[in-house]
C-alpha cells in the first residue's frame, strides 16, 4: 500500500519561498511509470494541479504557476519536492501530494494534505 | 478551451439518484475522472476513464461520458454520499495536463 506524506513549514512570509515534500513508503517512487504531483485547494474552494515530475526528473507545470515552482526529485530518499517562489495571501491553502500511474491515468493515492498560510 | 464546468450545488433526496455533470471541450477524448472530497479528508477516486469504478467503490456510483459531457450517477443516494465532488481530465493541448472542474457540493436532505 502505497503512502504519501506532506511535510514542511505551516507559515511562510510574503515574497518568500515556500517549500515541501512528499515522502512515499509502500513503494519505490522509481518504479513503473509513476508520475507524482503537488495539488493544492485554498480552503473552502476547489482543486489546483500545481504540476507533476517523473522519476527521470522531467515535469510539467500548471501555466498558470509557471515561473515561480518548480518540483524536484530524490530517488535515494524515495521524496519529491515543491518550491513556490514570491508568494502571496492567495497561495494560502491546503497542499496535497499525490501519485498517478501513468500519463491519463488519475490520482489513486494521495497524501493527508498539508495546510502552509502566507502571513507576515 | 481545456477548462471544466461543474454546477456548484446538486440536492438530492436520500434513496434518489443524483447527476453531477462536468463540461468541456473534447471531454469524451480527455479520459474523465471524478473525485468525492469529504470536509477534511483528501480525495477519493470514484470513477475514472468516464465509466470505470475503482475496486471498493459501491456500485451505485456510476459514470458516463459523451461528446463533451461527462456524468457522475450517484443510484439510491445515501447520506454518507453527501460530498465534494470534483471532475479532473487532461488538457491534450497542452503536453497533458491536469485540469480540475470546479467541484459540485452535493446535499442529501
Known amino acids: 500500500q502505497v503512502q504519501l506524506q506532506e511535510s514542511g513549514p505551516g507559515l511562510v512570509k510574503p515574497s518568500q519561498t515556500l517549500a515541501l515534500t512528499c515522502t512515499v513508503s509502500g513503494g519505490s517512487i522509481s518504479s513503473g511509470s509513476n508520475y507524482w504531483s503537488w495539488i493544492r485547494q485554498p480552503v473552502g474552494k476547489g482543486l489546483e494541479w500545481i504540476g507533476r515530475i517523473y522519476p527521470s526528473g522531467s515535469t510539467n507545470y500548471n501555466p498558470s504557476l509557471r515561473g515561480r515552482v518548480t518540483i524536484s526529485v530524490d530517488t535515494s530518499k524515495n521524496q519529491f519536492s515543491l518550491k513556490l517562489s514570491a508568494v502571496t495571501a492567495a497561495d494560502t491553502a491546503v497542499y496535497y501530494c499525490?501519485?498517478?500511474?501513468?500519463?491519463?491515468?488519475?490520482?489513486?493515492?494521495w497524501g493527508q494534505g498539508t495546510l502552509v498560510t502566507v502571513s507576515s | 478551451s481545456s477548462k471544466l464546468t461543474q454546477p456548484p450545488s446538486v440536492s438530492v433526496s436520500p434513496g434518489q439518484t443524483a447527476s453531477i455533470t462536468c463540461s468541456g471541450d473534447?471531454?469524451?477524448?480527455?479520459?474523465p475522472c471524478w473525485y468525492q472530497q469529504k470536509p477534511g479528508q483528501s480525495p477519493i477516486l470514484v470513477i475514472y476513464?468516464?465509466?470505470r469504478r475503482p475496486s471498493g467503490i459501491p456500485e451505485r456510483f456510476s459514470g458516463s461520458n459523451s461528446g463533451i459531457t461527462a456524468t457522475l450517477t450517484i443510484s439510491g443516494t445515501q447520506p454518507m454520499d453527501e460530498a465534494d465532488y470534483y471532475c479532473q481530465a487532461w488538457d491534450s493541448s497542452s503536453a497533458w495536463d491536469v485540469v480540475f472542474g470546479g467541484g459540485t457540493k452535493l446535499t442529501v436532505l
Open positions: 473534447h471531454l469524451g477524448e480527455r479520459y
Open positions: 499525490a501519485r498517478a500511474r501513468a500519463m491519463t491515468t488519475p490520482f489513486d493515492y
Open positions: 476513464q468516464g465509466t
